[in-house]
């Protein structure tokens, strides 16, 4: 099992680069899961600020799962080339740290920030429905 974390945040990209990708975020976990054959689950996490997709693979971490995120983004947003698509990577443990300090408001424009606590849940409550 492999646990992925690929995001565009507005602390790494620019606010900007957050924005051109917003497009594409309906419908970006089942293309992530129907397209990539080691990728078993995904959920992704939209907000303001940041673009964060959680993965669940079989394979480790490799290049392949960073470009089947490129090419799903692009697929939902074709105004959008795969190779403009910043991504930051996380993975292992470094995906659960980051997890924890996304729903604490840790990782928030404003620290502390209580509205993320529900968008996680959300993010989570669309993945299950998804499939």
């Not at 293309?31 to 080691?38: E, K, M």
């Amino acid at each position: 099992m492999g646990l992925h974390l690929y995001s565009i945040h507005h602390s790494d990209h620019g606010l900007d680069a957050v924005e051109r990708v917003v497009g594409a975020v309906p419908g970006l976990a089942k293309r992530l899961v129907s397209a990539d054959s080691d990728i078993r689950g995904a959920v992704v996490l939209s907000t303001c600020n940041r673009l964060e997709i959680y993965l669940d693979t079989d394979a480790a971490a490799h290049p392949g799962v960073a470009d089947a995120v490129r090419a799903a983004i692009a697929a939902g947003h074709p105004d959008v080339a795969p190779a403009d698509i910043p991504l930051r990577a996380r993975h292992a443990t470094e995906v659960l740290w980051h997890l924890f300090e996304v729903g604490a408001g840790l990782d928030s424009v404003v620290v502390g920030e209580r509205e993320i606590a529900g968008q996680l849940r959300r993010a989570l409550k669309t993945a299950r429905r998804e499939g």
